[in-house]
């Protein structure tokens, strides 16, 4: 099948990739870490989440970082908003997109965002409705669309309702997320598959942690689905506090390299993405793991 010609990534590291560290991140690195992306020519940058911080406390300075960044012209900023309280944090900072969530299992559901799928759908309305009235893009993310920690096996029919819901509220876009990276290419196939004929495909995220080293493959695959969304965390950065033993997002050099052999653009400096994560690894005292920004490191001081 064919792939796309260029492929949107949406860098989630600020976010995904930070929410789960043990140790406060200064707000200084955060927003060091956000513009170096941007200026990395991102498209899309996931920046912060406006959650409760007793939830996750990593988060807690999101307006600070927000009001710190240099604003890139083109680079559209999201943040997480669980409900209005973090949606009217999310406007007073000036993002352009919201992003709601909420999961393809029951289980998962309740252990993130403390609520059953459709309270949380209920939960959405209003903020869906704030954002169209403010002009900001809505995004809709479907946690363990491939598998749930608590749950096991989800069947693609799940994922299929909750992105239905998410158009009905009048989502812009819509990631199917593998947030425990267990599946495989089939299954993702199936599943993007079962999604894309409700939904445009041009308007589907991959959205795919690495935990059992298949994220690339998984990319591929839903790439030959018609799927041009991809997210990805720099130096594989991540994990989600509420989803025990989980990985990171795949690494952003990995699919940068990937990408770049498939004659795919992006419109993203992979040098400067491979000294990012560098760096980033740097502050968090422990290295990448990304294997394409690992081996060019390597390769240059050999
Ligand atoms: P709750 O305890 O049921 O909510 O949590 P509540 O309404 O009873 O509020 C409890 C307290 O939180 C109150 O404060 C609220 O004011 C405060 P108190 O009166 O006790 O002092 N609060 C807030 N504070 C700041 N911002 C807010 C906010 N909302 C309430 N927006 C809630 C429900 C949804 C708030 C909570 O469960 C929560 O914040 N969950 C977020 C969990 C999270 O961030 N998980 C990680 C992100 S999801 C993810 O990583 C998956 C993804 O990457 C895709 C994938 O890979 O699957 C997206
Ligand atoms: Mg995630």
């Not at 939830?55 to 209005?84: E, K």
């Not at 993007?192 to 445009?200: E, F, H, N």
């Amino acid at each position: 099948m064919s792939l796309p010609s260029r492929v949107k990534i949406v860098e989630v590291a600020p976010r995904d990739g930070l929410q789960n560290e043990k140790a406060f991140v200064d707000t200084a690195i955060k927003i060091e870490l956000v513009d170096r992306l941007s200026a990395a020519g991102f498209p899309n940058v996931e920046a912060v989440s406006f959650v409760s911080p007793k939830w996750v406390p990593q988060m807690a300075d999101a307006s600070q970082v927000m009001a710190g960044i240099a604003r890139r012209p083109g680079t559209i900023y999201s943040a997480l908003t669980p409900n209005l309280k973090g949606f009217e944090a999310a406007r007073a900072a000036g993002v352009h997109e919201v992003v709601i969530f909420s999961a393809a299992s029951e289980a998962f559901a309740q252990k993130n965002i403390n609520c059953s799928i459709a309270e949380s759908i209920a939960r959405f309305e209003p903020v869906a409705q704030a954002a169209r009235e403010a002009g900001i893009r809505l995004r809709g993310s479907i946690s363990c669309a491939l598998g749930c920690p608590y749950q096991g096996e989800v069947p693609a029919a799940a994922v299929v309702d909750v992105a239905e819901r998410y158009l009905a509220l009048g989502c812009d876009e819509i990631d199917v997320a593998d947030t425990i990276g267990v599946g495989t290419p089939r299954q993702v196939q199936a599943v993007m598959g079962a999604v894309a004929q409700r939904i445009d495909p041009s308007r589907i995220a991959a959205h795919f942690h690495d935990t059992y080293g298949q994220a690339l493959a998984n990319i591929l695959a839903a790439l030959q689905a018609g799927i041009a969304i991809v997210h990805t965390s720099v130096a594989g950065l991540g994990g989600c506090p509420y989803a025990k033993g989980a990985t990171g997002n795949v690494a952003t050099e990995d699919v940068l390299y990937m990408l770049r052999g498939l004659d795919i653009e992006t419109g993203v400096d992979f040098d400067a993405v491979v000294e990012t994560g560098q760096w980033i690894a740097g502050h968090l005292g422990r290295p990448g793991s990304s294997r394409a920004g690992n081996a060019v490191v390597a390769k240059r001081a050999a």
